[in-house]
């Protein structure tokens, strides 16, 4: 584990800021040393993220950008002037984040870290090619170029078309039911079904009993005829009238649902009806390159014996095998100058993937998409760029770079970040993990509450210090010692799968304890949320009839489920009768959706504001009062709340409304009143303060924010916008959601890691929830790496031992004491210190 360095205090030569007052912090005054690891500590929504990224990160990006060319800056994304008085000694700053930034599935580990490009110049300069075929560019061994792409799937590897089992997915509906479910909604669909009425076809009878070849021109004829359509009148009337030559209503053309499909999914502008489209396509291999997504010269170019798909299909730490085994190129002797560039290019390979191995990142292959990782291993691909750049005099803030690594992979990190310091970099840490905390040279305590509550600077200094800080919610948790845990309850029932099989895990046989809280463990990339998340969800789902979303968070929309498949099946009576899975999504992508329209909460408010005598008297209806409804909200920002002005060579500038100052809502709406707010003036309120306001007026009401409250979502205003919330916010709000509802019978809850981004006092008030499910009689199954947490379990299932290929198996199971004495466990070790 990296040591604190000697860092007696910020000094001269250290950052120094004053009058800091971004989102929710205080005129915060604050000096901080250079060359030295400082963490920012404090509750979630302290103001931790506000001083380091929205106040130190942001500036020093306005600083650089004031060197930029003006029409350059038109092309970057800016972020806002922080609100500060003044910062002084401040370095180059690089921040490394976890959100995603459009993630897409052409996007890869090794676009990412930029080895896919060393290792196609490896081919194209000192690869194998087959007698006769000309050298290709580097480009030419690139899925996402004209010059490599295959041209039958474009570089994905896919194609995609229909199936009568995909477009009619019940075919004991009839036609007028919906059977064919991939038509479109409302008028055109019935439109659709009363030209099919005209041409004679029997609508009323279940979709498996029209004959094979009806079924057949209905879904894919390439025929589009034009007909009278009769509306509003019976199948028989409608052929009479057609067979009479009656004009009809007016006149329809006809498109088979596999053309109406694909030509919809081709051209439609709207991303929703991309999506629903999606559903009723299926994807197959590309029978030109089986997958690979390269032109067939490309992929006839070897090296080491392999073609570069293959290559970029095995694990880093295979691919680092394969490549120093490799011998010189066939020609070499012909041409010694390609085995020069060959070792020179394996030279550069191989030192980047040590990078990666360092920071437990060998389980990857190139060809892993970017969707399919999670943040935390997307943030450890940019530090391993980082690493390899060895900038020198640079300030790197990072938020929560622990998050989603087993301790294991915390003390790789660790030595990453002091890899850093010592290149003389200055490193600014939002973290909550104690042993990240530990290792800091100084520390910054916010607090000493959430939102409001915050934005104080409680404690800058050394790391001893923080014991003197009496305001400090942090402290009682650095050598606070082994907890003190309750007994481990006995599971009431088992659920048991069989040959489960996803990504890395299986084909495995596992007994998941039920009316208990169990906790899966495991090193990072080990299978656990593979297993759990993914393919439990999905055998769960399906046998309980409800849908399930496992697929990769991507801002493609790809149809025919991209992605991994679920194997497995369920080999236990399932006494279990709701799943319900929380995870860290967001609960919304715009502004419109917030805190209160998630939680259906503002329907209750709603409901309160259009009861009142005034409502009444103006006839005001619950629509009225949602700033989403044109007769409610205000007509110049059309409900935002704000106006932007674009500035063309500075940050586009965010006003509030010069019409609602911000309310969101028409003059007229605002006038009505209840207790003496208006709506704008309710969804402005803290859940804390909500609670005070609304008392027990609306029982539903109240236990929506009660329950909020328990979660630790106090300090959220209610009109909070979803874009401003973290994951673990996220989460927790879909927990609070879940649960203030009336549970009946057994409720399994999924949760992957739900104390990411949660400070350890956060993470109290979240297992006594957790708890509190268990002791109502339904199950608690969680995917984590806290070590509190999962000595606090019933029951624990490690995976391992290692991760990708070395992973997706059980090695070890049974409550914490017995699974930390596990000699063959990772994780064994780091409970058994926190028990003894």
């Not at 090193?523 to 998340?533: E, I, P, Y």
């Amino acid at each position: 584990m990296s040591q604190p360095s000697d860092v007696s205090g910020a000094g001269a030569d250290g950052v120094i800021v004053r009058g800091a007052r971004e989102h929710n912090l205080k005129n915060v005054d604050l000096d901080l040393p250079r060359d030295a690891l400082v963490v920012f500590t404090g509750v979630s929504g302290s103001g931790k993220s506000s001083l380091a990224f929205g106040t130190l990160y942001a500036e020093a990006q306005r600083r650089y950008f004031e060197s930029v060319t003006p029409y350059a800056r038109r092309l970057i994304d800016q972020a806002g002037v922080p609100d500060v008085d003044l910062i002084e000694g401040l370095p180059p700053a690089v921040a490394l984040q976890q959100q995603r930034g459009g993630a897409s599935t052409r996007s890869s580990v090794g676009s990412l870290t930029t080895l896919s490009n060393a290792l196609r110049m490896l081919y194209s300069r000192a690869g194998d090619y087959p007698p006769g075929q000309a050298l290709l560019e580097s480009d030419a061994f690139s899925p996402n170029t004209p010059a490599g792409a295959c041209p039958q799937c474009h570089g994905l590897g896919q194609v995609f078309d229909v199936t009568e089992d995909s477009m009619v997915p019940d075919p004991s509906l009839s036609i007028r039911e919906r059977a064919i479910a991939a038509w479109p909604q409302g008028w055109q669909g019935k439109n659709y079904r009363e030209i099919l009425m005209t041409l004679g076809y029997d609508v009323d009878v279940p979709w498996r009993e029209l004959p094979a070849e009806q079924r057949e021109w209905i879904l894919f004829t390439d025929e589009q005829p034009t007909v009278p359509v009769f509306r509003d009148v019976t199948a028989a009337e409608a052929r009479a009238a057609f067979a009479r030559g009656d004009a009809g209503n007016y006149k329809g053309t006809y498109i088979s649902a596999r053309a109406y499909v694909m030509h919809t999914f081709a051209n439609t502008p709207s991303e929703s009806i991309k999506k629903r489209i999606a559903r009723y396509m299926v994807a197959h291999a590309c029978p030109a390159c089986g997958g690979r997504r390269l032109r067939a010269e490309a992929l006839a170019v070897r090296f080491a014996g392999r073609d570069i798909a293959a290559a970029a299909a095995l694990p880093l730490r295979q691919l680092a095998r394969a490549l120093r085994e490799a011998g010189a190129p066939d020609d070499a002797g012909q041409h010694p100058e390609r085995a020069m560039v060959a070792r020179r290019i394996v030279d550069d390979l191989l030192a980047r993937i040590d990078t990666l191995s360092a920071l437990g990142l060998d389980y990857l292959s190139l060809d892993r998409t970017t969707p399919t990782l999670s943040p935390g291993e997307l943030q450890r691909l940019r530090l391993a760029t980082q690493l390899r750049s060895k900038l020198f005099g640079v300030a790197y803030v990072l938020d929560e770079p622990s998050a989603g690594l087993h301790p294991a992979d915390t003390e790789a990190l660790l030595k990453a970040l002091s890899a850093l310091k010592a290149g003389g970099n200055s490193l600014f840490v939002v973290e909550h993990d104690l042993d990240v905390i530990g290792a800091a040279d100084w520390l910054v305590d916010i607090g000493p509450a959430a939102g409001e509550g915050g934005g104080q600077v409680l404690y800058s200094g050394p790391p001893s210090g923080l014991a003197q800080c009496d305001a400090s919610q942090t402290r009682r948790f650095l050598d606070a010692g082994a907890p003190s845990l309750p007994e481990p309850r006995e599971p009431t029932a088992w659920l048991a799968l069989e040959q489960v099989t996803r990504n890395n895990v299986g084909p495995l046989d596992v007994r998941l304890p039920l009316g208990v809280m169990c906790g899966v463990s495991g090193v990072s990339g080990a299978g656990k949320s593979s297993l759990v998340s993914q393919a439990l969800v999905d055998l769960l789902g399906a046998h309980l009839g409800q849908a399930s979303d496992t697929e990769s968070d991507s801002d493609d929309t790809l149809p025919g489920g991209q992605g991994p498949s679920t194997a497995g099946r369920i080999a236990s009576k399932v006494p279990v009768t709701r799943l319900v899975t929380v995870d860290q999504k967001p609960i919304g992508r715009t502004p419109r959706s917030n805190l209160a329209t998630y939680t259906g909460l503002f329907d209750h408010v709603r409901k309160l504001f259009a009861a009142t005598p005034e409502a009444r008297r103006r006839k005001f209806d619950m629509g009225r009062f949602s700033f989403n409804v044109a007769k409610g909200r205000c007509a110049t920002c059309e409900g935002e709340g704000f106006v932007s002005v674009g500035l063309l060579f500075l940050p586009s500038v965010y006003a509030p409304c010069p019409d609602c100052h911000g309310a969101r809502y028409n003059a007229a709406t605002l006038e009505v009143t209840w207790k003496g707010r208006h709506i704008a003036d309710v969804l402005a309120l803290t859940v804390d303060a909500a609670a005070d306001f609304f008392a027990d007026e609306v029982p539903g009401l109240a236990r929506a924010l009660a329950t909020l409250k328990h979660v630790g979502l106090g300090y959220l205003r209610l009109g909070q916008p979803a874009t401003e919330l973290s994951g673990g916010e996220a989460q927790r709000i879909k927990l609070a959601t879940e649960l203030q509802r009336q549970a009946r019978g057994h409720t399994l809850y999924v949760l992957d890691e739900p104390t990411a981004g949660l400070h350890p006092a956060d993470i109290e008030r979240l297992m006594a929830q957790l708890r509190a499910l268990v002791e109502a009689r339904h199950s608690v199954l969680l995917v984590e790496h806290d070590m509190h947490v999962l000595a606090a379990c019933d029951w624990l299932i490690d995976m391992g031992p290692g991760a990708g290929d070395e992973g997706g198996r059980i090695i070890a199971q049974g409550p914490p004491s017995q699974l930390a004495s596990t000699t063959q466990s990772p994780t064994a070790r780091y409970l058994a210190r926190l028990l003894a």
